[in-house]
C-alpha cells in the first residue's frame, strides 16, 4: 500500500508556471504506476496524464500536451507534474493516485482505474 502526498499548488497569474509534486511517504513507490488527475468545481475529475513505474514513459493528455510535463524520481520516492503557460480554466485541485501495474499500460484516464490517492492541492490561476 501505498501514501500520497501532493504539494506546490498556489494562487498565480495566467502565463506563470508551476511545479507540483507528488511524494509516497510509504510502499514500494517504483511498484506502481501514477497519474495526475485535476477536479473543477462541478465538473468530473480529469486526466492530466500519467507516468510508468520506471519513469522511462509518460503522457500527457491531449488537452495539456504542450504545456504540461511529467517526470518521475523513484529515488525520492516523487513525481512532479510541471504546468506552463497556466490559464484561468487550469484552475482545479490537482491529485495524485497510484495504482499496480497488471500488463505494460501506464495510460489509464479512468479515476476508478486508480487504488490511491492523495488529499489534493489547489490551484488557481487568476487572468
Known amino acids: 500500500q501505498v501514501q500520497l502526498v501532493e504539494s506546490g499548488g498556489g494562487l498565480v497569474q495566467a502565463g506563470a508556471s508551476l511545479r507540483l509534486s507528488c511524494a509516497a511517504s510509504s510502499g514500494t513507490f517504483s511498484d506502481y504506476i501514477v497519474g495526475w488527475f485535476r477536479q473543477a468545481p462541478g465538473k468530473e475529475r480529469q486526466s492530466v496524464g500519467a507516468v510508468s513505474a520506471s519513469g522511462l514513459s509518460t503522457r500527457v493528455s491531449d488537452p495539456m500536451k504542450g504545456r504540461f510535463s511529467i517526470a518521475r524520481d523513484n529515488t525520492k520516492n516523487t513525481v512532479y507534474l510541471q504546468m506552463n503557460s497556466l490559464r484561468p480554466e487550469d484552475t482545479a485541485v490537482y491529485f495524485c493516485?497510484?495504482?499496480?501495474?497488471?500488463?505494460?499500460?501506464?495510460?489509464?484516464?479512468?479515476?476508478?482505474?486508480?487504488?490511491?490517492w492523495g488529499q489534493g492541492t489547489q490551484v488557481t490561476v487568476s487572468s
Open positions: 493516485a497510484a495504482r499496480v501495474p497488471t500488463n505494460a499500460d501506464f495510460y489509464y484516464v479512468r479515476p476508478e482505474s486508480y487504488a490511491y
